[in-house]
């Protein structure tokens, strides 16, 4: 809260340092938001469509909420770009999906849990052409991050004309996280002792001053 009020103040002295216009209605929208993101990279492999195979698998997921302080509007939702790579059956898919959830994304103190069914329809190229396959990612994942191991970004952008001032401030903290728990693709496990996995967690808060004359 000292964070959004001390935002709100430096806009309002910003927009104050602007150019006097004469008298005249104006409109004024403040705009606080916040949110929170969880990411993961991954690097594994599943069963091949060829017999004695593995096929490689590229999986980015984002577990994310926010919150319009403004009439207290919050949403949250998953995205996964997901990327199969079967050489052994000449396979190749390619796919990107965000979905919204109504619950399964939750944020604590430098923590943040996922669990969701996400299904992804999939670019599929193989020997047969082309075609859509949907692929089915199941997720039960819990992210930890250090106090300490933090780093942290401000901005700035200010814009006045005659008819319009706007000035905005933000500020966000990444962090990178242990993860524990499992993703799933079409029922196989993605995180095995032989993927590669970078997690994080990233909190954001913007303010903004917006006056139309």
Known sequence: MKI??????????????????????????????????????????????????LADVTLYLMGSSSLQRTGSVASQGAFALLIINDACAGVYEYGSVFVSLSSGFSTGVRSAALSASIPVVMDHFGPDGFTNVTRTLQTNLQWASSATDTVSGFNHSRYSSQNISFVQNGRSVFSYATLTGQVTLDGSALITPTAGATASIETSMSASVDISR
């Open 4 to 53: 959004i009020k001390s935002c709100i103040l430096v806009l309002l002295l910003d927009l104050a340092a602007g150019p006097v216009a004469p008298a005249q209605a104006t409109t004024t929208t403040h705009l606080v938001q916040s949110g929170t993101s969880a990411n993961l990279q991954l690097v594994s492999s599943i069963p091949s469509l060829q017999a004695a195979c």
